[in-house]
């Protein structure tokens, strides 16, 4: 419903990237892993899940803390059924480099939405590498993951993917002589700041990342920041609701995912950063927003990648900001949990927002949100931004099948609701 203001301090819980990484590369360490600020949602859990499978271990304590018991690099033992990833392309994706290389086989499933995204991304370039992975039709899961021998290779990523890069530099590990990925463009570094952590070396020449064989992971502590992909509904929300102040504690900044704070100040946004910091090799802050008058804008290529996960909200952003906001580039929203570019383009013509898609993109003109009943077509995302553009509308905004905000905001209602938003939940 429509809120008057929004106002105070929370805590965004923990960036989901980073969670699923601490689990893969505690599993695949020498000595225990402390992980604190895990976030407990549904794709974070079917990561631990699955390694528990492969014979991990794991003690879970509270305030969302983990101690993983790590088996090494070649610890891992082959699960005694399918493991079912969910709705997690991350896991899928990351977990397939890493079972490229063991002495089983594996079979990955998933829910529907994750057995329509394409995988011959990273079955690709692991079949170069030797890799015996066999996919259901047009390269969707299930997989069939043979684990073979792995030799290392020199690969230019097709497309601008974390997730591939991240698999193949996790297959690596376990291919003789080195693997090179080699970038055409930026994208979340993550992996390689974490791999720096637990001890494996890296050389970075350009755009090119290198990793040799064979290396050993030593267990480490990592405490995992609050997640900017979380924080991008609340920035939107404060920007967008009058009179509103907030402040997003212990966010992640890390520079290659803060595209969608560069697009809002671009359009406008009052967004400060406090208390800048390093927390475990990535960089930290407080952030400040404030409501503001947006406008459109061009977004520019260049932070595409960079905000790829935010564009539902930033959608949002655009629907109501003076004038035209127009995406190009962004092809990948259409292969995420649902075509983000069409269900983003339902919602906002059902609430009275002009707007076109293209293949890659979108033109949004800004206007004002009416009342009217949402699909989210099963995606999280699409889910919380259009409760954010409740906030606004002139009647109540219905969502509907939102239950998959527990993969990846398991308490979004809650901190909204906390900061002055006007929502109820119904069964």
Do not use: W
């Not at 064979?214 to 405490?223: E, H, M, R, S, V």
């Amino acid at each position: 419903h429509r809120s008057t203001n929004l106002t105070g301090e929370i805590a965004i819980p923990g960036d989901k990237s980073i969670s699923h990484r601490a689990i893969m590369l505690g599993a695949l360490a020498n000595g225990v892993t402390e992980v604190n600020g895990f976030l407990q949602g549904a794709d974070c859990l079917a990561t631990l899940t699955a390694f528990q499978a492969m014979g991990v271990k794991v003690e879970q304590t509270e305030n969302h803390s983990l101690k993983i018991m790590g088996v090494g690099l070649h610890g891992l033992s082959a699960p005694k059924q399918k493991i079912d990833l969910g709705n997690s392309g991350t896991s899928i994706r990351l977990i397939t480099g890493i079972l490229a290389g063991q002495p089983f086989a594996t079979v990955l499933t998933g829910d529907a939405s994750l057995c329509s995204r394409p995988m011959n991304r990273v079955v690709q370039p692991l079949s170069q590498m030797g890799a015996k992975i066999e996919t259901s039709a047009e390269g969707r899961a299930p997989l069939i993951i043979y684990g073979t021998a792995l030799k290392g290779i020199s690969y230019t990523l097709p497309i601008v993917s974390a997730q591939v890069k991240s698999c193949l530099l996790l297959a690596g590990l376990y291919a003789s002589g080195k693997t090179t990925v080699i970038e055409i463009g930026v994208s979340r570094d993550h992996t390689e700041r974490m791999l720096t952590g637990f001890g494996v070396k890296l050389q970075k020449e350009g755009n090119a990342i290198t990793i040799e064989g064979g290396q050993t992971l030593t267990a480490a502590a990592i405490t995992v920041p609050g997640d900017i992909s979380s924080a991008a509904f609340f920035m939107v929300a404060a920007s967008i609701v009058p009179n509103s102040k907030v402040v997003l504690k212990n966010v992640g900044i890390n520079p290659t995912r803060i595209g969608c704070i560069n697009i809002l100040k671009q359009m406008g946004a009052k967004i400060h950063f406090q208390n800048e910091r390093e927390v475990c090799g990535e960089p930290v802050a407080d952030i400040e927003v404030e409501s503001a008058k947006l406008h459109g804008i061009m977004i520019p290529l260049d932070q595409v990648p960079l905000a790829i996960d935010e564009f539902p909200i930033l959608f949002i952003a655009a629907a109501v900001a003076a004038g035209k906001t127009i995406l190009h580039g962004a092809k990948e929203l259409r292969v995420k949990e649902s075509d983000r570019i069409h269900s983003m383009a339902l919602g906002l013509a059902t609430l009275g927002i002009h707007c076109e898609e293209h293949e890659d993109g979108m033109t949004i003109e800004g206007g004002k949100f009416s009342s009217g009943v949402i699909d989210s077509h099963h995606d999280h995302r699409i889910a919380m931004a259009f409760s954010i553009a409740g906030l606004l509308a002139d009647g109540p905004v219905t969502i509907k099948e939102c239950d998959n905000v527990k993969t990846s905001f398991p308490n979004f209602v809650t901190l909204l609701t906390d900061l002055g938003g006007n929502l109820e939940v119904r069964q």
